[in-house]
């Protein structure tokens, strides 16, 4: 149980295009979504908190133009960079808190997408 | 402040060896929640345990064990008889009760050689 599925798993794009990366919760209902970013051989920094329904929490210095997250429905949120560039190559990496069951203490991760912007 | 420490950065063991990764956290809550993670190379991240702030028990689950002192902030995670799979990044985390948010770690890779 809880799992958590992230499309695509990894992305070459060009500089300039827009990249969407979706985040499921396949066996779970997950009002609350998170959106991180891992540079290699460092910790999560947390980018934003989506609640379904409502428009995202940003955390203080990353850009809400830049990074546009929706949380359409109770299984699925998506966070599309705009205009990419080589610096917002990254790990990306979602997670999924449940509403019940013992699910709505823990963040459920998805297995990442790696984004690489030339 | 909230805050989570891993001291070390990186842990080199021969299989079957116990290790001991350290975590040590800051908050001025009374009531929180404690992770650890695992993230081997696949980089997906690996829910292991949470304990919340009232239970100090300490928990086993198979090779893995964790030790929760509220006396000296730490929540230590030991793995018995290593093996080249534990092989990963672990992380610890914190998360306040009324937040959203988890509290990283930087994290302490751990190789297990054959």
């Known amino acids: 149980g809880a799992v958590v599925s992230q499309h695509p798993s990894w992305v070459i794009c060009k500089s300039g295009t827009s990249v969407k990366i979706e985040c499921r919760s396949l066996d779970f209902q997950a009002t609350t979504m998170f959106w991180y970013r891992q540079f290699p051989k460092q910790s999560l920094m947390l980018m934003a908190t989506?609640?379904?329904?409502?428009?995202?929490?940003?955390e203080q210095g990353v850009e809400k133009d830049k990074f546009l997250i929706n949380h359409a429905s109770l299984t699925l949120s998506t966070l599309t960079v705009t205009s990419a560039h080589p610096e917002d190559s990254s790990f990306y990496i979602c997670?999924?808190?449940?509403?019940?069951?013992?699910?709505?203490?823990?963040?459920?991760f998805g297995p990442g997408t790696r984004l690489t912007v030339l | 402040a909230q805050k989570v420490t891993q001291a070390q950065t990186e842990i080199s063991v021969v299989e079957k060896e116990d290790v001991t990764l350290d975590c040590v956290y800051e908050?001025?809550?009374?009531?929180?929640?404690l992770f650890w993670y695992k993230q081997p190379p696949s980089g997906e991240l690996v829910f292991l345990i949470r304990?919340?702030?009232?239970?100090?028990q300490n928990e086993i689950s198979g090779r893995y064990s964790w030790n929760f002192q509220k006396s000296t902030s730490s929540f230590n995670f030991t793995i018995t008889a290593s093996q080249v799979v534990d092989s990963a990044v672990y992380f610890c985390?914190?998360?306040?009760?009324?937040?959203?948010?988890?509290?990283f770690g930087t994290g302490t890779r751990l190789q297990v050689f054959p």
């Open positions: 985390a914190l998360s306040p009760y009324n937040t959203d948010k988890l509290i």
């Open positions: 908050t001025r809550d009374t009531t929180y929640y």
């Open positions: 304990r919340n702030s009232f239970d100090e």
């Open positions: 997670s999924a808190r449940g509403i019940a069951g013992g699910l709505e203490y823990t963040q459920y």
């Open positions: 989506s609640n379904e329904g409502s428009k995202a929490t940003y």
